[in-house]
């Protein structure tokens, strides 16, 4: 008997996403509101995507039913 297909996480869907070589990625906090007061070298660091690794990684590959 087949098992149930596990359904999308839709707010995952939307935070991260997953590399062609399967990294996880997602994007940095505090950086939606509030920014002309910021340092503008932290604003375009934060604006590079991170990586997600350890646990966290499996956790997010689940939740986009990718695992």
């Not at 149930?4 to 940095?28: D, E, H, M, Q, Y």
């Not at 939606?32 to 991170?50: E, I, P, V």
Request: net charge positive; glycine share 8%.
């Amino acid at each position: 008997m087949a098992k149930n297909k596990p359904k999308t996480r839709k707010s995952a869907v939307k935070r991260f996403r997953v590399s062609p070589k399967g990294k996880v990625l997602n994007r940095g906090q505090a950086f939606r509101h509030l920014r002309g007061k910021k340092n503008k070298s932290w604003l375009r660091r934060k604006k590079r995507l991170l990586e997600v690794s350890g646990r966290m990684k499996r956790k997010v590959l689940m939740m986009l039913g990718k695992k």
